[in-house]
């Protein structure tokens, strides 16, 4: 354990935050609750969570729970936290060629490639500014598209590699307005026929916010919130309930786990025997063989 000076170990500064942050809270969210994803396009499993999340989100809204992604710096967590990145250690690294596999193969159709050099494209500082700066300047939806794009260009072939302010500028402009994972290709034969997500205007205005003082600050702050809520790497979610109870979740396989915090309705993993399938009686809500 890590001491942080007057007797105290990181975990128990970690615990005293998580105390204030929830009281500061507690009155902040109403209904269902809120799913704060903190989160690097540099990260596959934030990628994941991100695809799992979309995918219920209407779900979610009929749990009148929200959603909100927190773009944040991964090196700046991992420094931060003390933490290593698990292809660091031989061991991680190889388990983590399994997890990865199994991960992926929960998104029929998801192709990723894992670009060649990850720690020197990972420097995600130009990225992660314009989405700061799009969170705050456009709607709500052409965030979300854009960092769907950013991540799909990042993790799939032929891997765009984002830390040159030239390619995110690049992407700013390709984008398609309806993008949704699966209408994009690189160069895709037709593409520049449709309608974009930003116009020349917008990319040059959204580029030169990258460099303000405001948009630096903000992912800046964002980055230490997470690491305030005790994030060590991503996603780092952080879920707050209908009674403003919070609590923190890591990675893109904890759904259940962040479901049953809020109360949710939802199916865990059920073993069945030989031969055996879960059915649902009509007129009922509850399985059966």
Known sequence: MRRTGKGETREDEIREKW????????????????????????????????????????????????????????????????????????????????????????????????????????????????????????????????????????????????????NVAKALLECPADFDGSTAAH?????????????????EEIMKGTETPQVKEALKNTTQEALDKGAFGNPWIWVTDEKGRQEPFFGSDRFHFVYKFLGLPYQDVTLLPPGGRLVLSEGDDTAKL
Not at 28 to 39: E, L, P, Q, R, S
Not at 128 to 139: D, G, T, V
Not at 147 to 162: E, G, Q
Not at 187 to 203: C, S
């Open 19 to 166: 105390l204030y942050l929830g009281r500061k809270r507690k009155t902040a969210t109403m209904g269902g609750g809120k799913i704060d994803v903190y989160m690097d396009i540099v990260s596959l499993y934030s990628y994941l969570a991100f695809l799992d999340l979309q995918q219920n989100g209407e779900l979610l809204r009929a749990h009148n729970v929200e959603v909100e992604f927190h773009p944040v710096l991964l090196g700046a967590i991992v420094v931060g936290s003390g933490n290593k990145p698990p292809w660091t250690l031989p061991a991680k690294a190889v388990y983590f060629a399994h997890d990865v596999r199994r991960s992926i193969a929960r998104f029929p159709g998801l192709v990723i490639q894992t670009p060649k050099d990850l720690m020197a494209v990972s420097k995600s500082i130009v990225p992660n500014r314009a989405l700061h700066f799009i969170k705050s300047h456009h709607s709500p939806s052409t965030f979300l598209t854009i960092l769907h794009y950013f991540m799909y260009l990042f993790w799939s072939p032929p891997n765009l590699d984002l830390t040159l302010p030239e």
């Open 187 to 203: 160069n895709g034969e037709g593409d520049h026929k449709k309608a974009k997500l930003f116009t020349k205007e917008q990319t």
